[in-house]
């Protein structure tokens, strides 16, 4: 089953405003990650965030967890065309038999930037 | 540079037939995951190797099987026993050894039709 959960499902902006996606998980996890995929590519990934941390920036990408609600958010700042794409968000669980053996994601957020 | 290969991109199969798909890596990665996505929803986990010669089932490996006899190789076959195999499939690795807090490294798919 899947771990996460994002939303919106699809998102639709202009350049240059602000788009944020949400995250919720089910278990305790190690950390949280988001990555992005271009339609009928690969996922690169984006910005990993650990347990224990509550926020993180990388460029024009925030990220914040809150782990008493299980649930993150990734915001997009100052958004370019480019940005279109699906991110999702995948989990790390905790209890398994080497942090990082495997990621669960979510079904993803589609971002259209419009120019 | 270092990366992942998956070949082919396209990929057509009769039924009842196997298919093997390829996915090589060059980042000295341990472990070796593969995913198949659905359109328009999230990826789900068919099987993951965290050494060479070992490999466990991920959520969905019915129909599925890997090998793992070298740390850069990680072959995917979809047998006969795949009911519904029309999908994306994607290769991921990670440092595992180093990197409990990095991010999978995507290759950039295989799409497998049934004619």
């Known amino acids: 089953s899947q771990q996460g959960e994002e939303d919106p499902q699809a998102l639709s902006i202009q350049e240059g405003e602000n788009a944020t996606m949400n995250c919720s998980y089910k278990?305790?996890?190690?950390?949280l990650q988001w990555y992005r995929q271009n339609s009928g590519r690969g996922l690169v990934h984006l910005i990993l965030?650990?347990?224990?941390?509550r926020e993180k920036h990388s460029g024009r990408l925030r990220v914040t967890l809150d782990t008493s609600k299980k649930s993150s958010s990734l915001l997009i700042t100052a958004s370019r065309a480019a940005d279109t794409a699906s991110y999702f968000c995948?989990?790390?669980?905790?209890?398994?038999?080497?942090?990082?053996?495997?990621?669960?994601f979510g079904e993803g957020t589609q971002l259209t930037v419009n120019p | 540079d270092g990366g992942i290969t998956q070949s082919p991109k396209y990929l057509f199969r009769k039924e009842g037939q196997n298919v093997t798909l390829s996915c090589e890596q060059n980042?000295?990665?341990?472990?070796m995951y593969w995913y198949r996505q659905d359109p328009g929803q999230g990826l789900r986990l068919i099987y993951y190797?965290?050494?060479?010669?070992?490999?466990q089932k991920g959520d969905i490996a019915e129909g599925y099987s890997v090998s793992r006899e070298k740390k850069e190789s990680f072959p995917l076959t979809v047998t006969s026993a795949q009911k519904n195999p029309t999908a994306f499939y994607l290769c991921?690795?990670?440092?595992?050894?180093?990197?409990?807090?990095?991010?999978?490294?995507f290759g950039s798919g295989t799409r497998l039709t049934v004619v």
């Open positions: 190797s965290q050494i060479v010669n070992d490999f």
């Open positions: 995948a989990t790390d669980a905790l209890g398994q038999e080497t942090s990082g053996s495997r990621l669960t």
């Open positions: 965030i650990r347990s224990n941390e």
């Open positions: 278990t305790s996890i190690n950390n």
């Open positions: 980042l000295n990665h341990d472990a």
């Open positions: 991921a690795s990670n440092a595992r050894l180093t990197g409990r807090n990095y991010g999978y490294t």
